[in-house]
């Protein structure tokens, strides 16, 4: 790439290796990490490297934001490696990010899974853990997805039953 001066050569560099090192500081903390694509992993390190942004109103906003959107992008799997990646670089975030997902994860049965708003309410009130199971869930990809599929075919069967 050419640039005018040396000095934007060596920002260019400087830059590189900078994401570079973000990168790797995030692959190491998890061997699932390594199948992410590498614009998501991009995205979530520039998630967690804006905790505490003067543009939200809450320091974890910026991981809250990018969870909504990998909701919205039907990547669960990458909801909750973010979700372990924020853990790990801002665990007192951790449980305030967490106690945020159950509604992200209720919009997203309504949005991407066809779930009836009326069927999610009452499988709520006769499934009051359902919120502590997901959480729960939160630190292994895999059983994350499973337990929000699972969900998503228990309130259909219980709407289907009435």
Request: hydrophobic letters at 45%; aromatic letters at 6%.
């Amino acid at each position: 790439m050419w640039v005018p001066t040396e000095q934007d050569a060596n920002d260019i560099r400087n830059l590189a290796a900078d994401r570079r090192a973000k990168a790797k500081a995030l692959a190491g903390l998890d061997e699932g990490i390594k199948s992410m694509p590498p614009e998501t992993l991009h995205r979530i390190a520039e998630a967690i490297a804006s905790q505490g942004s003067a543009a939200y109103t809450t320091p974890s906003g910026p991981v809250l934001d990018l969870l909504t959107k990998l909701a919205e992008e039907d990547d669960l799997a990458s909801f909750s490696r973010a979700f372990i990646l924020l853990a790990r670089a801002a665990p007192a975030n951790a449980a305030f990010v967490a106690g945020a997902v159950p509604a992200k994860i209720s919009n997203f049965l309504i949005k991407h899974r066809n779930v009836k708003a009326t069927a999610l309410i009452k499988w709520t009130e006769s499934n009051p853990d359902w919120t502590e199971e997901l959480k729960n869930a939160l630190r292994d990809p895999d059983l994350f997805v499973r337990v929000v599929e699972d969900f998503a075919s228990a309130i259909k069967q219980g709407a289907a039953a009435h």
